[in-house]
């Protein structure tokens, strides 16, 4: 069973920059391509970004294009995600997922229900 640990959230203003960490263990992450989702109050799960296996591929929501960079380090079994110029519509508690379906489709990293694994979340606030 794999089980994955955000950390790096916190209290921030806007403009600030965060980096969030996800530990993976007990699976393989060189099988694995790692998702970040974000759910804010009354919203729904939202896609943020993905990484493919290699790290060659990244995908991001419209929302953070040109802010946010995802990243992995398959050596130390963790992905990343670094938000620069962070904004009060980027509060959210964001989570960490894992899949080991790996396809072409970009549109099929956005969709909660490509994952086997998630984590428990980490919250994000950004004051105004």
């Known amino acids: 069973q794999g089980q994955l640990v955000e950390s790096g959230g916190g209290l921030v203003q806007t403009g600030d920059s965060l980096r969030l960490s996800c530990a993976v263990g007990g699976i393989d992450i060189r099988s694995y391509a790692m998702g970040w989702f974000r759910q804010g109050p009354g919203k729904e799960r939202e896609f943020v970004a993905a990484?493919?296996?290699?790290?060659?591929?990244?995908y991001y929501g419209d929302s953070v294009k040109g802010r946010f960079a995802v990243s992995r380090d398959n050596v130390k079994k963790a992905a990343y995600l670094q938000m620069d110029n962070l904004k009060p519509e980027d509060t959210a508690v964001y989570y960490c997922?894992?899949?080991?379906?790996?396809?072409?489709?970009?549109?099929?990293?956005?969709?909660?229900?490509?994952?086997?694994?998630w984590g428990q979340g980490t919250q994000v606030t950004v004051n105004p």
């Open positions: 997922a894992a899949t080991s379906r790996i396809v072409n489709t970009e549109s099929w990293y956005f969709a909660p229900s490509s994952y086997n694994y």
């Open positions: 990484v493919r296996p290699t790290g060659l591929y990244t």
